[in-house]
């Protein structure tokens, strides 16, 4: 047996692209004359148009979230854990969507993209995106899909940013929000480490200003570099022990002791370089320094979630140094300050930031009573103590 | 409706807005959100009372009262409940205070150390008193901070605070006339209406 034919999988999934051929104005103030979004669906919208959820993708993320493209591969998508039939997000229930965001590399529009008013690839000519906008493009592909109100909006890290953006932007088209290992704002450190990120691909001899392409290169020391330093952050001191500790890497051969630490950063860093954008971890790392909704509303998170009507589960992880709990904590205070319905847990785990990722039994366990909750409230599942009435006032 | 969730409910505005501290699995919350409209919170630690109340579509906040209510605003809420977890937490005499300052008013219940049966076992055997309302031994109880009604009195009038109503019960949430008479020997579970200093 496959591993996509398992029960609790999607299974054997195809990407599908959307044209939007409006210009989309960009918050920098220029604007997209045109863009594609990739995507994947998982389950089935029902007839109301009430079961859709949007999953949002983090850092370097894309579209591929769930299933396997084809029957031989060995990786299903980046959140399969916590998409399928039967899992916290459940396709038996609901109708899941997943993009990749505009500026993104693996399909829609973003730096490698040609500029239609140029005729040339877009390169580090692509206009400086943000949150808002990626929320914006997200709009588009909704009304695209005839999905009017989504009855959740899910992401991890950068993601629920963009679930939170979405409560703000757009309070009428979204009954829940989560987010999962998020913050209101990056802080000074979070974007030191992003810095050390685009210093190391800016100042590869081989970034040639971002033209990498045209010359026929590509700066694969930055990017390595970059995701290496990145991927320190996304663990915990405690996670690393357990996964590494101090062992030796067998057949080093070279003579060199290397920790296995080393070769698995290596590995990781690596496989990223040749797969990954240069263009647009700049752009995403960008978008996620200059995340701060409060900012529109005079610096005051409270008054700028106040305008939500959504639901929220907010959700950290002890050991994410990343983003921490106590990130998490002033996004729960801002929505008790602000009268909204919100859920708080803190998974007590060694695996860092990461965590969000992985199948964490307790977090599973919430996020599958979180989105239980989602359904009964909407109307398309029974209430597990069978009370009459919709839940919490809302 | 359980007993003791019902004589607090009577208490409640409707409407109120509503901080529940140690919410348990939620069943506090979801009943005057069903009966009252309240707009309530709750905070619990236990994982398992957590997803209990995810699953009612209760609002509950991860927090350990134990390192204090500092993120709540003053004012901020109606009415702060705390059931049966007085005895259980480091400070109770700040937790208190805070729940005072959080909250217009609060409502307070825990079980009376004062009781007939714990002088008796006391008094009798000589050691750490287990009873139908306090079942724990003294090494795993997490009960650290029992008083009595008496206790609980004093410390109310050193606070200057008000009390609005006490109510006293045997261990099925029932009142009775000898409990009226004499409630720090024969009442089990007190709940104390309480409000701002005057």
Known sequence: MTLAAASDSVGIVTPQHAAFESALALKCGRQLPRFDLVYETYGTLNADHTNAVLVCHALSGHHHAAGFHTSTDRKPGWWDVCIGPGKPIDTNLFFVVSLNNIGGCHGSTGPRSIDPETNRLYGPDFPVVSVADWVKAQAHLADHLGIERFAAIVGGSLGGMQAMQWAIDFPTRIAHALLIAAAPRLSAQNIAFNEIARHAITSDPSFHAGRYLEANDNPERGLMLARMVGHVTYQSDDGLRDKFGRRIQPNGGSGDTQFQIESYLHHQGRSFSQTFDANTYLLMTRALDEFDPARDYGDDLVAALSVAQADFWVCSFTTDWRFSPARSKEIVDALISAHKNVVSTIIDTAQGHDAFLLPVPRYLDVFRAYMQRVAWSLGFANRPDNRLTAGPAS | ?198
């Open chain 2, 1 to 198: 409706m359980r007993a003791d969730l019902a004589i607090i409910a009577d208490l409640v505005h409707q409407g109120a807005r509503v901080l529940d501290l140690g919410c348990g699995d939620g069943e506090l919350l979801a009943e005057l959100e069903h009966t009252k409209g309240v707009n309530g919170y709750g905070l619990e630690i236990d994982p398992d009372m957590i997803t209990a109340c995810v699953a009612k579509g209760v609002n509950v906040i991860e927090q350990n009262l134990d390192e204090g209510l500092a993120n709540f605003p003053s004012s901020s809420f109606d009415l702060v409940v705390m059931t049966e977890t007085l005895q259980a937490v480091r400070q109770p005499d700040l937790l208190i205070d805070e729940m005072l300052r959080i909250g217009r008013e609060c409502i307070v219940t825990f079980p009376n150390f004062g009781h007939w049966q714990c002088r008796a076992y006391l008094a009798t055997r000589g050691r750490m008193p287990i009873a139908r309302h306090l079942p724990h031994r003294w090494f795993d109880t997490p009960n650290i901070h029992l008083c009595t009604f008496a206790d609980f009195e004093r410390l109310c009038n050193d606070k200057a605070l008000v009390i609005h109503r006490r109510f006293v019960v045997d261990t099925l949430y029932r009142n009775r006339p000898l409990i009226n008479r004499f409630p720090n020997m024969f009442g089990t579970i007190a709940f104390y209406h309480l409000g701002r200093s005057r």
